[in-house]
């Protein structure tokens, strides 16, 4: 085994596992504008701003994406998007885990989501906003 290449090997293989966590958000955030009348009907009575709630939505997830791939401003985007993942935890997965015909779906989204949050964090706590290597 080489371990002169092993540095570099690893910092590649952080920058595509950065980018792959990051793809995702990106087509969920352009799905809140494709599918917008979908996700409209998902928004809980309780929330407020119902449609703009889905737009604001869809721009956060996009400028996360655009953030975690550039490297532009990567640690607050992370904390940014560990929190919005932890609204969707609260107010639609955990309460879904109360309707019996989607319980099933809702658990595996909130562990979904729970992961992703862990990432967004691991991401946060390995970058600062000087250090963009």
């Given at each position: 085994?080489?371990?002169?290449?092993?540095g570099s090997g690893m910092k590649h293989l952080g920058t595509l596992g950065r980018i792959l966590?990051?793809?995702p958000?990106?087509?969920m955030g352009l799905n809140h504008f494709f599918m917008y009348n979908y996700y409209v009907g998902m928004v809980s009575s309780f929330i407020p701003g119902?449609?703009?709630?889905v737009i604001i939505t869809g721009l956060a997830l996009l400028a996360?994406?655009?953030?975690?791939?550039?490297?532009?401003?990567?640690?607050i985007a992370c904390l940014l998007l560990a929190l919005l993942l932890l609204i969707f935890i609260c107010t639609i997965h955990i309460p879904g885990l109360f309707?019996?015909?989607t319980a099933n779906m809702a658990l595996i989204e909130l562990l979904k989501d729970t992961a992703?949050?862990?990432?967004a964090l691991m991401i946060a706590g390995m970058y600062k906003?000087?250090?963009?290597?």
């Open positions: 085994m080489n371990n002169e290449n092993n966590f990051a793809l958000f990106g087509v119902g449609g703009f709630t996360a994406c655009i953030a975690i791939i550039l490297k532009k401003l990567i640690r309707e019996g015909a992703l949050m862990g990432g906003e000087e250090n963009t290597d």
